[in-house]
């Protein structure tokens, strides 16, 4: 699997615009159940707080390409004071379960360096032994905008754990 990483631009505004609205994809995404659908002024909003995150922090989320075609976003921003991994994908890449997400949490500790983070995941998720696997502690429930997900922590991730 050939993954490519890269900050977001305004030329993914389609890209993103179709990922959001994908049925499959928004039933996932708790916080955007009560729009209809993304409008494109949304996403070219949220490409803006994607390229603001990494200014104020020196990190965020990255456009992730499998073989040069775009399947989605991941890799940290700020979740209060600490760093959540995040992972949004198309359902054709979603089998690549652990393989996948091994190498964008790679990806993000090259960038970030070992340390602690959060997973944070809607209720409508199975519960993930994918996690487990990587040493993330048992989910515990948590609200966020009014909304229910589970999150996952491990204290102190290391690069060399998933290489």
Known sequence: MNLTFRKFSAQDT??????????????HLPLAMAADSFSVEF?????AQSLLHWQQHGYGT??????NAFIGWGGCQA???EREFV????R???????????RVLTHALKELGD????????????KSRLLSRLGFSEPR??????????????PYLRLASLI
């Open 115 to 126: 340390g602690s983070m959060l997973i944070v995941l809607p209720v409508s998720r199975p």
């Open 62 to 67: 990255w456009r992730i390409e499998r073989d």
């Open 141 to 154: 429930a948590v609200t966020i905008n009014g909304c229910d997900f589970v999150q996952y922590r491990h």
């Open 43 to 47: 996403v070219q909003q949220w490409i």
């Open 92 to 102: 054709q890449a979603m089998g690549a379960g652990l393989s996948l997400i091994r």
């Open 79 to 81: 979740l209060d004071s």
């Open 14 to 27: 389609d890209d993103v615009y179709r990922l959001l609205n994908d049925a499959s994809i928004r039933r």
């Open 87 to 90: 992972l949004v994908v198309h």
